[in-house]
């Protein structure tokens, strides 16, 4: 059974800081993402790794930068929390090849900015 | 070009009826259209997903109906259940490529 694991589940920060969220993954899978998830906009992706030091920009990357230094952690840095990035961050990982391209979510990390 | 236009943005329906959403893509390069599931305080979930060269596919109660010319496809619920109440997310990827690109949800509620 497929595990992704995300560091908090409620984090609040004052703006200004800078903010690190980790995920985890226990199968092994090449692919992480991570997306912002607003109501009305549904999931957004930040930045995506395809590998172990590779890393993509999404389509919402600014203010965002990411880590991965092992497969199986992918982390989300906010270099200096705003207010505009309160929400709900879920990460994701993928297992690349096969037919299937199934995103295997964890519970996410709920992050408010004051 | 990117965009994935899902909708209703919410929806209720009573116990054992039929539940539709509507999603429709621009980009015809797009070749995987999943729908994931969401319950509150979790993640999203594949539930069913389908590939431009079939019309529908069901899995169990829910179906995925397809009009590659229309570029539309939709998720139905039948004999909807309480427990079926969630948000889904349809989405488009290319599978040449990383990205998913997600609709903007729908949250059902089926009332008992």
């Known amino acids: 059974d497929v595990k992704v694991t995300q560091s908090s589940r409620y984090l609040v920060k004052r703006t200004g800081e800078k903010v690190f969220l980790e995920c985890v993954q226990d199968m092994d899978h090449e692919n992480m993402f991570w997306y912002r998830q607003d109501p009305g906009l549904g999931l957004r992706l930040i930045y995506f790794?395809?590998?172990?030091?590779?890393?993509e920009k999404g389509d919402i990357p600014e203010g965002y930068s990411v880590s991965r230094e092992k497969k199986e952690r992918f982390s989300l840095i906010l270099e200096s929390a705003s207010t505009n990035q309160t929400s709900m961050y879920l990460c994701a990982s993928s297992f690349e090849g096969g037919i299937a391209r199934e995103q295997y979510f964890g519970p996410g990390t709920r992050l408010t900015v004051t | 070009q990117q965009q994935v236009k899902q909708s209703p943005q919410s929806l209720i329906v009573q116990k054992g009826g039929i539940s539709i959403i509507n999603c429709a893509y621009e980009n015809t390069a797009f070749d995987y259209f999943p729908w994931y599931q969401q319950f509150p305080g979790k993640g999203p979930a594949l539930l069913i997903a389908?590939?431009?060269?079939?019309s529908e596919k069901k899995e169990g109660r829910f179906t995925i109906s397809f009009n590659k010319s229309a570029k539309q496809f939709s998720l139905h619920i039948m004999d909807s259940q309480p427990g079926d109440s969630a948000t889904y997310f349809c989405a488009a990827e290319n599978t040449g490529g990383f990205k998913t690109i997600f609709g903007a949800g729908t949250r059902l509620f089926v009332k008992a």
């Open positions: 389908i590939r431009p060269d079939v």
């Open positions: 790794s395809y590998d172990v030091k590779m890393k």
